[in-house]
């Protein structure tokens, strides 16, 4: 795991100095504190930069920038293949020999015996890649297929640079540091920013699943080479037809060597634990291969609510890991938001970014690679909203539009803590399914949606944090993103299966994975996702949606595998999520803060935002009428974001 950053001089006179492009390699090393590298073509006009931290061989046969053994490629390489000791073999039996044992030569070599373009697709893992053709002067970028891994790139006064975060391309003397307007709006909207968005003007994220091509003398060049739209479009066309047994035997075989591959280290090793389904799933199957007790890490909190670690505890017990759990403070939480502009590059308001960075910063005391539990709610239906919003549609398209409105209003009227009370009274008497954390919250989200004219547009009010982002940002203008596509309803007839479709394609990427990569990567931690090894994705997407989904439970047939290894009873509780009390410090501790960010006369002079709704939604979060909690975040979070950055 890396940071990699480079650019392509497109003009004769665009080319910098090795000193300003130390500045530029140097901005990542938070995510290679181990060994740096660089490396010129002054005559091609071309600059690789590497920031290492080593996890497959050790030596300075892993040092990067690396060339290949007929000299005509050089690569930078941000991740982990978990393929390589195959594509290894295969290429030594061509003839190809070996230096170290790395998997960046393998790839090296791959590009030698088939061609770059061609070897990207044989690769299984996470990574962001830059490869140089010497011969050809041809440079490819390619990222992997989910997401895991960043790439930003963006052209500038005849530069192409590109690199894992926006820190490095700031550093280029070339980088301007315009805000794009539009894509504000989307962050408004969704509380991150979608692909290929970034926060600047000219700056893009490359895409999941695809490469870029830069030939001389020709635009840069973007292709797929693997799509979840085909993917998807497969699996529903041909369904498998398996038995339930032979289900749960196919994906625990798919798991477990997704998980071995992913213990594949020669460093310190262990896994991220909170005891829901997905992380105690890849707990579970990383000891049952294991000779020694497995290091987990778990973060604590002292709020009711949100506190997960009593339950990865009874997990780590039954499985006999090496666990270890550190209980935070409010006071130590809320230090890590300062931080959080520096972590996140862009804006970013995902809250759960807190306690993640807290969790992978316990990691690394012990550790240098973790596994996680990340995509399991897309793939098995995890999210409450699958479970849900179906049921809530079917009563709203049936429900007349005076009763719809005056139920919203009738919840509205009363605060969530009030509704919390009501619930906690009721609690005891409801079945397990209906318990709910945060339910006066939830009830609140519930009646934004009972105004909507069909189930698209509930899903886009589910995943909406402004509802009129456009009317919040001066000059916005929201552009067109997945959501709107025309087409998603003949391509998936099915309501919760499209919801799945569009976290996989939007939310998972730009959110999950996001938070994770910045707070592993920003204390040199490795974060490994077996549920997200492709052969899973593509298999899961070939099986019925009753396999996720039965009798009211999501994650039905994930269920079922982690059961061979934990009892239920450790397992079925209410999802939490990973969150933490934003919404009381914001009237607290943290109110002083946010109120010197949302201050009035600020905002109408930054000339970004129209402060009138952001004032409201402050008043009546501080009244305790609404929880805005996640709006609010989403504006703070930018305006700390520019007072860093701008």
């Known amino acids: 795991m890396c940071g990699i950053t480079g650019f392509v001089s497109l003009h004769d006179n665009a080319f910098i100095s090795k000193e300003a492009f130390s500045g530029m390699i140097g901005s990542l090393t938070h995510r290679g504190p181990d060994d740096q590298g660089m490396w010129f073509d002054d005559k091609a006009g071309v600059a690789f930069g590497f920031r290492r931290l080593s996890i497959i061989d050790l030596s300075p046969n892993g040092h990067q920038p690396m060339h290949s053994g007929d000299g005509r490629y050089v690569i930078i390489f941000n991740g982990e293949i978990y393929n390589y000791l195959e594509l290894r073999k295969e290429l030594e039996q061509l003839g190809h020999s070996f230096r170290g044992s790395s998997d960046t030569e393998v790839i090296l070599e791959g590009c030698s015996a088939w061609g770059a373009e061609s070897t990207i697709p044989r690769l299984w893992g996470m990574f962001a890649i830059a490869i140089w053709d010497r011969n050809d002067r041809v440079l490819l970028l390619a990222r992997d297929r989910l997401g895991k ?61 695809f490469i870029a091509i830069l030939r001389s003398d020709q635009p840069l060049k973007l292709q797929p080479y693997w799509e979840a739209r085909q993917v998807i479009e497969s699996g529903l066309r041909d369904p498998l037809r398996i038995a339930d047994s032979e289900a749960v035997e196919e994906l625990e075989t798919l798991l477990r060597d997704a998980v071995a591959r992913r213990m594949i280290a020669d460093v310190p090793l262990g896994a991220l634990l909170s005891g829901g389904v997905d992380s105690s799933a890849v707990v579970a199957l990383m000891q049952a291969q294991s000779s020694r007790a497995v290091k987990t890490f778990t973060v604590g909190f002292y709020e009711d609510g949100y506190n997960e670690a009593k339950s990865a505890k009874e997990v780590a017990s039954h499985l006999g890991t090496d666990h270890t759990e550190l209980y935070v403070t409010p006071k130590e939480t809320q230090a ?34 973790g596994l996680s539990g990340d995509g399991g709610d897309e793939l098995f239906g995890g999210y409450n909203r699958y479970l849900w919003a179906e049921g809530i549609w079917r009563w709203l398209r049936y429900a007349p539009a005076p009763v719809r409105r005056l139920t919203a209003s009738v919840i509205q009227s009363v605060s969530p803590s009030k509704w919390d009370t009501v619930y906690g009274v009721l609690e005891p008497i409801l079945p397990a399914r209906l318990r709910q954390r945060l339910p006066g919250d939830k009830l609140h989200k519930l009646s934004e949606w009972l105004t909507v004219l069909n189930e698209d547009e509930l899903y886009h009010r589910v995943v909406s944090q402004w509802k009129n982002p456009e009317q919040m940002v001066i000059g916005g203008n929201e552009p067109a993103t997945l959501l709107g596509d025309p087409t998603l309803r003949e391509f998936i007839p099915d309501f919760t299966e499209r919801m799945m479709y569009l976290d996989l394609m939007t939310y998972l990427p730009d959110d999950i994975l996001v938070k994770v990569d910045r707070a592993s990567m920003g204390v040199s931690l490795e974060a490994r996702n077996p549920l997200l090894d492709h052969r899973v994705v593509e298999w899961v997407w070939r099986l019925p949606l009753s396999f996720k989904r039965r009798k009211g439970q999501s994650k039905w047939l994930l269920r079922q595998v982690l059961y061979r290894l934990v009892p239920p009873r450790l397992i079925e509780r209410p999802k939490m999520g990973f969150g933490v009390p934003i919404d009381s410090w914001l009237r607290g501790p943290l109110r002083e803060w946010a109120e010197n960010l949302l201050d009035e006369t600020r905002l109408r002079k930054e000339g970004f935002l129209r402060p009138e709704p952001i004032r409201k939604a402050w008043t009546e979060h501080l009244t305790g009428h609404r929880n805005e909690q996640y709006r609010l975040w989403v504006i703070l979070m930018f305006q700390a974001w520019k007072e860093v950055w701008s």
């Open 149 to 209: 891994k960043p790439l930003y790139y963006g052209q500038m006064d005849g530069v192409l640079m590109f690199g894992s975060e926006l820190k490095a391309l700031r550093a280029h003397p070339a980088f301007r540091s315009e805000i794009d307007h539009e894509a504000l709006t989307l962050y408004l909207r969704h509380g991150y920013i979608p692909a290929p968005y970034s926060i600047y003007q000219n700056i893009r994220k490359l895409p999941q699943g």
């Open 336 to 369: 890590v938001i300062p931080r959080l502009p520096y972590l996140y590059d862009e804006p970013f308001a995902d809250s759960s970014q807190i306690p993640t960075f807290l969790v992978c910063e316990l990691t690394r005391r012990h550790v240098t690679v």
